[in-house]
């Protein structure tokens, strides 16, 4: 079992800049990499950005390119958001995924989600 847990998000203002944080634990030594997704109520969960664990580049959502940027706590089992330039409809619950491999079983684990609200 794997432990998920977010931290950051909040309220900030069109142009504006968030962090958000995401944290691992229990068994992680099977962890493939972790990433962000999002969910606002018009629309289902989509992918903002995941970064593999074994080298490769990060993968970004078309919007996030050149505003988001995910980075990786070598150290641990963490990743951090940087988002800048936000705009109204980045809006969303944003969710941590972490993925784990062993052999070819893939399994998803999933935090609970925090709020980011871009508004004036």
């Known amino acids: 079992q794997v432990q998920v847990v977010e931290s950051g998000g909040g309220l900030v203002q069109p142009g504006g800049s968030l962090r958000l944080s995401c944290a691992a634990s229990?068994?992680?030594?099977?962890?493939?990499?972790m990433g962000w997704y999002r969910q606002s109520p018009e629309k289902q969960r989509e992918l903002v950005t995941f970064?593999?664990?074994?080298?490769?580049?990060?993968k970004y959502a078309d919007f996030a390119k050149g505003r988001f940027t995910i980075s990786r706590d070598s150290t641990k089992s963490a990743v951090n958001l940087e988002m800048n330039s936000l705009r109204p409809e980045d809006t969303a619950v944003y969710y941590c995924?972490?993925?784990?491999?062993?052999?070819?079983?893939?399994?998803?684990?999933w935090g609970k989600g925090t709020l980011v609200a871009v508004s004036s």
């Open positions: 229990g068994n992680t030594k099977n962890i493939a990499g």
């Open positions: 970064a593999p664990f074994n080298g490769a580049s990060p």
């Open positions: 995924n972490v993925a784990t491999r062993v052999l070819d079983d893939e399994l998803d684990y």
